[in-house]
């Protein structure tokens, strides 16, 4: 398992913003809770914190490389996948 900071624009570490690198995949966790996990074929969101605040919905977005509106119809088509990942 690897942990590292997100990086803000400017390139510093931003406090509470994590990527975990495991072998069961990558997951974004936004203070103590788990965003999204990434692995080879799949998206998860976490059904209740995916689009909890402002500052989660930022570094969502720059984990998964879209915006929100991307991301919502990804979840309405079920390319990706809504669950409980706390």
């Keep these: 398992m690897k942990v590292e900071n997100m990086k803000s624009d400017k390139g510093n570490s931003v406090p509470n913003q994590f ?22 074929n799949k998206v998860f969101l976490d059904s209740y914190y995916w689009n909890y605040s402002t500052t989660t919905a930022k570094y969502r977005r720059d984990f998964l ?14 390319e990706y996948i809504l669950t409980n990942l706390n």
């Design 65 to 78: 490389n879209e915006g929100v509106n991307d991301t919502r119809k990804k979840i309405k088509s079920g």
């Design 19 to 40: 990527i975990i690198y495991t072998d069961k995949g990558v997951f974004f966790q936004s203070y103590n809770s788990i965003i999204c996990k990434r692995t080879e």
